[in-house]
T-cell receptor, first 113, second 111 residues
Framework: AQSVTQLGSHVSVSEGALVLLRCNYS??????LFWYVQYPNQGLQLLLK??????LVKGINGFEAEFKKSETSFHLTKPSAHMSDAAEYFC???????????FGTGTRLKVLA | NAGVTQTPKFRVLKTGQSMTLLCAQD?????MYWYRQDPGMGLRLIHY???????AKGEVPDGYNVSRLKKQNFLLGLESAAPSQTSVYFC??????????FGSGTQLSVL
């Protein structure tokens, strides 16, 4: 069964510092991988998606993620945090031939002034 | 451009009461989903539908029923609400390139 694990339910960074949010997946077949962001009192929005075309995926708002098959990881990064990045971030996986999306438990990012 | 619309936004129920949550999408998507979000547990799939007239169980289907009589609507029903069903419920539909579009959520409290 597919699953994703997000390490760290809360992450705090200073404004301007590197953002690193960790996600590891469990799958025997290279999956579709996603990062979604949820701002307070809103639904989730897609940040970026991996579909095997390239291992480094660029998303919106300056975020990017690198797919590493050997480590079964898909960590999300941003070189310089902004106050507006404060939100909850979810990693998700979907497998070939399935219609289900499995989400991680989420990481709440706090950006300190 | 409404996208995915959920109603109601908030609801308080007493144990044993029933209610229906409505999800409507105007993007002609085939696949629709109901998730619940609980602190520390992320989003868990309740039920999903791959097209009009079809439904399937997700990870946590017990206590819920769904219907997809029209392509644009996906209803989630609670026949006899329990405090364990206190949660935030999100509906989503799947667009091109496997992108999910989410509604703004329904906050449900069961007393």
């Amino acid at each position: 069964a597919q699953s994703v694990t997000q390490l760290g339910s809360h992450v705090s960074v200073s404004e301007g510092a590197l953002v690193l949010l960790r996600c590891n997946y469990s799958s025997s077949v290279p999956p579709y991988l996603f990062w979604y962001v949820q701002y307070p009192n809103q639904g989730l929005q897609l940040l970026l998606k991996y579909t095997s075309a390239a291992t480094l995926v660029k998303g919106i708002n300056g975020f990017e993620a690198e797919f590493k098959k050997s480590e079964t990881s898909f960590h999300l990064t941003k070189p310089s945090a902004h106050m507006s990045d404060a939100a909850e971030y979810f990693c998700a996986v979907s497998g070939l031939g399935t219609y289900k999306y499995i989400f991680g438990t989420g990481t709440r990012l706090k950006v300190l002034a | 451009n409404a996208g995915v619309t959920q109603t109601p936004k908030f609801r308080v129920l007493k144990t044993g009461q029933s209610m229906t949550l409505l999800c409507a999408q105007d993007m002609n998507h085939e696949y629709m989903y109901w998730y619940r979000q609980d602190p520390g547990m992320g989003l868990r799939l309740i039920h999903y539908s791959v097209g009009e007239g079809t439904t399937a169980k997700g990870e946590v289907p017990d206590g819920y029923n769904v219907s997809r009589l029209k392509k644009q609507n996906f209803l989630l029903g609670l026949e006899s609400a329990a405090p364990s069903q206190t949660s935030v419920y999100f509906c989503a539909s799947r667009g091109e390139n496997e992108k999910l579009f989410f509604g703004s959520g329904t906050q449900l409290s069961v007393l």
